[in-house]
């Protein structure tokens, strides 16, 4: 209880703050209280004839610390803008009509409750087709603009032992027992899932009552997408018996509108997903791979003909994943993006394979650190909308049209005219291993003097099979803000860099990507304004377990905080949302009790004995990916070794939205900065709490 509290504590100091003095004027520096106005944009969606994109617009509503969504639309000429769905509700999934005259999207804006809705443009009318108990997905326009498909989840009762008891009038009786039966039951970002299945359903665009198209025991996946002719839909799905085990084994399947006829059109073991029908109805593009249960794997496009016969691998020389498959409105080319070394593109794909640039510098929708990412569509004439950023710019959007790039949006100018965020400069680095060199990037704290030493903060990403890049991170601006030199890479593992690169630690995770980390460290300080004498390391997921397993290799860092860290794998994969997952593709299918050395060798828990450097502990109370008891072991353990140590729990935070909510980000990176300023040699008392 005590490291709770002093965790606390360190959280309300902020990031930075040593006195109780006032500004003196305003600061440039990005501060804690400027998340709350970043704004960021996603789901760009190109009218048919190119003229406009509607996206959502992603700001934060500082009263309810919490995000807020609304629909816009944007002039590709002119760049002028107006909203089409705001609200205190959330307004997502906007979808043109095949003439652009309508769009639907998705809000719960009325009463709270999710409906799908559509606007006429020319008159600004707006009509609610259909009521739902739950939130439709993947929202799809029938090719002559009559109908809609959508995906929606159905509860059930789910499985019961023994007959109910019928409680009297009145009586409050205990809740009923929860009964678990399936492999996975519990999701990140969701918690418990309920009993229940998600399938697709249509509904007449002028409204009425939806209907269901596809049953079972099975989840039907989006996207959807309908075939010119409307008569049936094309899907993904797991519809295989042991779908719960073996959960890479998707297929690619069409169903008829009006009988509900199902029909398998790939079949393999190994991912087929994202189907998109040509133009002209003959062929259909998917990305998948032939499953060989490695840690990475290249998702590949293929094109098949619509009954699903004559498949053919389209990008098979190409050492990249592939995805979001897209027609031209011609149906002459493919769309794709893919990401390398650590920059999203998207690209045109040959008649022979290759990959065409078109758009680089896309940008995903993670603002609280610069993973590699990003969405797009294609419209009439080729109009290429985007999500575009970089270091110091989230998610806008920007447009390619006659071979003209365009940024249309610019959502953070005013708040960054006066708090502007650093930049990050790449640094070279060559890992000490085998010479690779090793992409990684560098961001200098505001007002920075080459002539000063400053103290170093390693950022390390999770995954492990991902990647970051030269965008937008709010928790490193936070960091640099508060003076610190920060360095963030991608080690062996990271994706964007072919398979052999990632699979460097295929069954070796953690391993050799700690000796491509400390290359890092190295080639920043050999820049020549890093002490080497204040150095401190964090990470998150992957990265957390990663920081654990470099406290447990070296005491050149004065201080690390291991964030939502896997500590424990035999622990972990057993209380994960992923089991069957992890056991597969990372540990070749044994499970902990079939090759226990082989666990407890990849555990930052069995190098614990050799840790002296301080750490703090940081996870969310709801994470069911990395579970809080992977932290929990590491706190205990530290402290029974003797090693400072606190334990910090974020309030009903999941895995992935640790840092989603403003209020909750500013107090972890002021409790990572105040964990780090407690053991600085450089500060002669650890800042006082107040």
Do not use: C
Request: glycine letters at 10%; hydrophobic letters at 40%.
């Amino acid at each position: 209880m005590r490291s709770v509290i002093l965790a606390l504590a360190l959280a309300a100091i902020g990031a930075g703050a040593v006195s109780a003095k006032p500004a003196e004027g305003p600061t440039r520096a990005f501060e804690p209280h400027d998340l709350f106005g970043v704004e960021f944009a996603t789901d760009p969606q190109v009218r048919p004839d190119g003229a406009q994109v509607a996206y959502v617009r992603n700001s934060y509503d500082i009263m309810t610390d919490r995000a807020r969504r609304a629909i816009w639309l944007v002039d590709v000429s002119t760049g002028e803008q107006q909203p089409l769905a705001t609200g205190a509700g959330v307004n997502v999934s906007p979808r043109w009509s095949p003439d652009g005259k309508r769009i639907a999207y998705v809000s719960t804006n009325d009463d709270g409750k999710p409906a799908l809705y559509v606007r006429w443009l020319s008159t600004g009318t707006t009509a609610k087709v259909s009521n739902l108990a739950e939130t439709p997905g993947a929202v799809a326009w029938s090719p002559d603009g009559k109908r809609l498909a959508f995906t929606l989840f159905i509860p059930d009762e789910g499985t019961r032992f023994g007959p109910p008891m019928t409680a009297p009038t009145g009586a409050q009786w205990a809740p009923p027992l929860k009964v678990v039966t399936s492999v996975t039951y519990r999701f990140d970002d969701v918690g418990a899932l309920r009993p229940g299945f998600t399938h697709l359903f249509v509904v007449d665009a002028d409204g009425g009552s939806p209907r269901q198209l596809t049953f079972g025991a099975f989840n039907d996946a989006g996207p959807i997408r309908w075939t010119p002719d409307g008569d049936a839909l094309v899907f993904s799905a797991n519809r295989n018996k042991d779908w719960e085990r073996n959960v890479f084994n998707t297929e690619v399947y069409s169903v008829d509108v009006a009988s509900g006829e199902l029909k398998a059109l790939t079949n393999r073991a190994g991912p087929d997903g994202s189907p998109v029908v040509s133009p002209d109805g003959k062929s259909i593009a998917y990305v998948g791979f032939d499953d060989a249960f490695k840690g990475y794997q290249n998702a590949r496009l293929y094109v098949m003909d619509r009954d699903g016969s004559h498949s053919r691998v389209l990008t098979g020389g190409v050492d990249r994943t592939v995805g979001n498959p897209t027609w031209s409105p011609d149906g002459r080319n493919l769309y794709v993006s893919y990401t390398d070394h650590g920059v999203t593109k998207v690209a045109k794909v040959t008649s022979d394979g290759r990959l065409m640039d078109m758009v680089s510098g896309l940008s995903a929708d993670e603002l609280d650190r610069p993973y590699s990412g990003g969405q797009f569509s294609v419209g009439g004439k080729d109009v290429i909308a985007f999500t575009v950023g970089d270091s110091t710019h989230p998610s806008d959007i920007g447009v390619m049209r006659d071979g003209q790039l365009k940024r249309l949006t610019h959502l953070n100018a005013d708040l960054f005219a006066a708090h502007p965020p650093q930049p990050a400069e790449h640094l070279d680095v060559v890992s000490s291993v085998d010479k690779r060199p090793i992409d990684a990037w560098m961001i200098l704290p505001p007002n920075f003097d080459p002539a000063k030493k400053y103290p170093l903060i390693l950022e390390i990403h999770g995954g492990p099979f991902s990647a970051y890049g030269p965008v937008f991170g709010s928790e490193l601006q936070l960091y640099a803000s508060a003076g610190y030199i920060v360095v963030y890479s991608n080690p062996r593992g990271s994706t964007s860099y072919g398979e052999e690169f990632a699979n460097l630690i295929d069954k070796a995770y953690p391993g050799q990507d700690y000796d491509d980390l400390m290359s890092v460290v190295d080639a920043a300080v050999a820049k020549g304004s890093v002490d080497p004498n204040r150095l401190f390391v964090t990470g998150g997921s992957g990265g957390g377990a990663l920081t654990a397993w470099i406290v447990g290799k070296t005491d050149r860092f004065k201080a690390a905080v291991t964030q939502k860290p896997v500590i424990n794998w035999s622990s972990e994969v057993l209380n994960t949302d992923l089991s069957p997952f992890m056991v597969n593709y990372w540990f070749g299918g044994k499970a902990p009790w079939q090759d226990p050395e082989n666990y407890w060798r990849r555990s930052p828990l069995s190098l614990v004995g050799n840790v002296t450097t301080p750490t703090m502990v940081m996870v969310g109370e709801e994470d069911h990916r990395t579970p809080d008891s992977e932290a929990e072991q590491y706190y205990a353990a530290l402290q029974l070794k003797g090693v400072p140590t606190a334990l910090v729990k974020v309030p009903g935070a999941s895995h992935h939205a640790l840092a989603e909510r403003p209020s909750q980000e500013a107090a972890e990176a002021g409790a990572i900065i105040a964990w780090f300023q407690r053991f600085d040699p450089a500060l002669p008392h650890p800042p006082a709490a107040r």
